[in-house]
């Protein structure tokens, strides 16, 4: 049996690993505790939780979980984007040289994230380039959102048809892929937390390991912590 902490970004991934991760690693002998916002500043002594975008408190609050429980089959991992990560994220001026490759630039940060944190048992990962991205995997599901939304997904479906994968939809601050959900959808950007779990569950975690090699590529890890 393998048991696993899970550090998310916000209240949308949170949900996600709770509602589709964790029991579907139950079926593999992998145990997720609740997810755990990540996080982000402490201030006169109180943690504040969500957002992910200040390194240090992340990388500490880590640290603090790896310590107070050191059991080896203890595991740790994170959802985070690369979308608008922090300037002090080690390694991120580097990886600026890799920016051609996305598949190759996030990976190079995740070993630099696994480096700093210094622990075999943590397996960070990081979403390309953003949550949203898994919800092009099924276009379908925004039929969830809004009845007679055929021309909106048609819209959706021209951008994604760009790319071999939704994850290479750019990180422009207004080609992200919830930036163009938006543009379709704006009821999406003012309930993300509840309709972004909704809607993967509408698509299935199958179809979004099918679509995104990232994302699949840390399941199987994930998948396999107990061999």
């Known amino acids: 049996m393998a048991r696993l902490y899970l550090f998310a970004e916000g209240q949308t991934e949170q949900t996600f690993a709770d509602n589709l991760l964790k029991p579907h690693l139950a079926k593999y002998n992998v145990f997720m505790n609740k997810p755990v916002l990540i996080a982000h500043a402490r201030r006169q002594g109180r943690m504040h939780r969500g957002g992910g975008r200040n390194y240090m408190p992340m990388k500490n609050d880590i640290l603090r979980f790896l310590k107070q429980d050191q059991a080896k089959n203890a595991f740790f991992t994170t959802?985070?984007?690369l979308y608008a990560i922090h300037p002090d994220f080690p390694g991120l001026?580097?990886?600026e040289l890799l920016r051609r490759d996305p598949f190759e630039r996030v990976v190079f940060l995740e070993q630099k994230f696994t480096e700093d944190i210094g622990d075999q048992r943590f397996i960070?990962?990081?979403q390309l380039h953003e949550y949203e991205a898994y919800l092009?995997?099924?276009l379908t599901c925004f039929e969830y959102l809004s009845f007679?939304?055929?021309q909106k997904i048609e819209r959706l479906q021209t951008i994604v048809s760009q790319?071999?994968?939704p994850e290479l939809i750019n990180d422009g601050p207004e080609t992200a892929p919830s930036k163009r959900i938006i543009a379709q959808f704006p009821d999406y950007g003012r309930a993300k937390s509840t309709f972004g779990p909704q809607l993967a569950?509408?698509?299935g975690l199958q179809s979004i390991r099918d679509r995104c090699p990232h994302f699949r590529k840390w399941l199987i890890k994930l998948e396999s912590l107990d061999e």
């Open 79 to 81: 959802m985070i984007d």
């Open 93 to 95: 001026a580097e990886a």
């Open 124 to 126: 960070p990962h990081i």
């Open 136 to 138: 092009f995997s099924k």
């Open 148 to 150: 007679g939304s055929t």
């Open 163 to 165: 790319y071999p994968t």
């Open 201 to 203: 569950e509408q698509i």
